[in-house]
Nanobody
Framework: QVHLVESGGGLVQPGGSLRLSCAAS????????MGWYRQAPGKERELVAV???????NYGDSVKGRFTISRDNAKNTVYLQMNTLKPEDTAVYYC??????????????WGQGTQVTVSS
């Protein structure tokens, strides 16, 4: 079993910054891509950013230039540095990882989500 636990969400004023973390634990053999998605009320879940094992990144258009994704492979942890936050960034942010377990089963694991609210 694989668990992803996010942390770092909260309330921040427009223009502020937050850093999200997501640590994977459990019966993990390896992790390939890791990423962040978000879902605002009444909207579909959307890609925020993804990062490969080698560090290649891809960002959603709305966050390019403001958010930075990174990872620590030794700790099975992915981070999302969010700068110049806007009210439209308000959403529940979910961590995601493509995991191969010790039993050689492959699948996509999700965290429980962390709320980010941008408001004055």
């Amino acid at each position: 079993q694989v668990h992803l636990v996010e942390s770092g969400g909260g309330l921040v004023q427009p223009g502020g910054s937050l850093r999200l973390s997501c640590a994977a634990s459990g019966s993990i053999l390896s992790i390939s891509a890791m990423g962040w998605y978000r879902q605002a009320p009444g909207k579909e879940r959307e890609l925020v950013a993804v990062i490969s094992t080698g560090g290649s990144t891809n960002y959603g258009d709305s966050v390019k230039g403001r958010f930075t994704i990174s990872r620590d492979n030794a700790k099975n942890t992915v981070y999302l540095q969010m700068n110049t936050l806007k009210p439209e960034d308000t959403a529940v942010y979910y961590c995601n990882a493509d995991v191969t377990t010790m039993r050689f089963l492959k699948g996509k694991s999700w965290g429980q989500g962390t709320q980010v609210t941008v408001s004055s």
